[in-house]
């Protein structure tokens, strides 16, 4: 086509009915490619204000997991460790190491190993104590040191963040609230969904990071352990340290499960004439005062009395301290708002 043709009337009107022809076909092909699969309204709301959280696990499974790590510190304890004499004796840096979370007087301990009637439960008290005191993201005012907990090292060293130059985070009714407890719980939540892979599905592999913590808390334990273990086992101990790494193990999948919840929690460990004083006292969740620790446990060396077997709390009930909102109206003597059940020494096995 010349240049004089295209610069015609003809042409130019002829490229005017080629855009017209055009344009309708392009709107019907973008209208039908818009509205094909529309998206509900409720469901674009949703989605951005709701992230897909994983469910919070009913009640009678997170017993369940609590329940399992008792069954097997009592299969441990009885396949491994005899009630006959020993030569050694422990020490007191041992005793301590391995009843940290504990109020009981660590000569009584060892006065309860020394006994062949409560050696295997007192032995199963320690591996409990040691399982469950590295277990929660909040020890009622406590922040655990990433070095110690069961916990994904990562989530407790982003959660001391949260109140860098505030002090700890304290969970009791009466103590000020440096962080959102509501905000903290949608992002333990938030936190658990995206490390499913990772802990989960994947759980204990040799990127798991929980690994070199298990085996600190192997080591902090086992110095005790060793000294009560059945003759002819300590020769060959590979299955006993197994089997006791498979219980840490246990314990660090209940720890992540209770992570992933929207409630905050605590271990009961009173029994129950320390409980009834502690009612009496109006004390809440965590103060101390009136021979209490930090953890809310009643020292009876303070009174310079020992527990009894039918008082020692060898396996506490787990307690549902905190909502999600992070609202401190939950009375912990009501039952719906405690899981599992203590164990006394007592009644062990």
Wanted: glycine fraction near 6%.
């Amino acid at each position: 086509m010349t240049e004089s043709q295209m610069s015609s009337p003809d042409s130019a009107r002829e490229v005017e009915r080629t855009k017209s022809y055009r344009l309708p076909l392009l709107h019907k092909f973008k209208s039908k490619r818009s509205y094909s699969h529309p998206t509900p309204v409720s469901d674009r709301r949703t989605s951005s204000t709701s992230p897909p959280f994983l469910h919070p696990a009913p009640d009678s499974a997170i017993e369940a997991e609590f329940h399992d790590i008792y069954r097997a510190i009592i299969v441990h304890v009885q396949k491994f460790y005899s009630t006959d004499p020993v030569e050694k004796t422990a020490s007191h840096a041992i005793v301590v190491n391995a009843t940290i979370g504990l109020s009981v007087p660590w000569p009584q301990t060892l006065s309860l190993l020394g006994d062949s009637a409560t050696r295997q439960g007192a032995l199963a008290m320690c591996i409990g104590s040691t399982v469950l005191s590295r277990s929660l993201l909040l020890k009622l005012g406590v922040s655990y040191s990433p070095g110690s907990t069961l916990l994904p090292p990562e989530i407790v060293e982003c959660f001391q963040t949260f109140s860098t130059g505030l002090g700890p985070v304290m969970i009791g009714p009466d103590e000020p609230h440096q962080v959102n407890f509501a905000l903290l719980s949608s992002w333990k939540r938030i936190s658990a969904t995206l490390m499913q892979s990772a802990y989960v599905k994947d759980a204990f592999s040799h990127f798991d990071s929980r690994t070199v913590n298990i085996e600190r808390a192997l080591n902090d334990l086992n110095p005790l352990l060793s000294i009560y273990v059945v003759p002819g086992v300590a020769s060959s101990d590979d299955a006993r340290l197994s089997d006791l790494r498979n219980i840490f193990r246990i314990g660090a999948t209940f720890a992540f499960t209770l992570f992933g919840q929207p409630s905050f929690w605590k271990f009961d460990w009173l029994d129950e004439k320390g409980f009834k004083k502690r009612q009496y006292d109006g004390e809440g969740v965590g103060l101390e005062g009136m021979g209490w620790d930090v953890d809310g446990l009643w020292h009876s060396a303070i009174l310079g009395s020992r527990q009894k077997p039918s008082e020692l709390v060898i396996w506490p009930s787990l307690l549902r301290v905190m909502d999600w909102e992070g609202s401190h109206g939950i009375e912990i003597e009501g039952e719906a708002h405690v899981l599992g059940k203590k164990r006394y020494l007592n009644e062990f096995p």
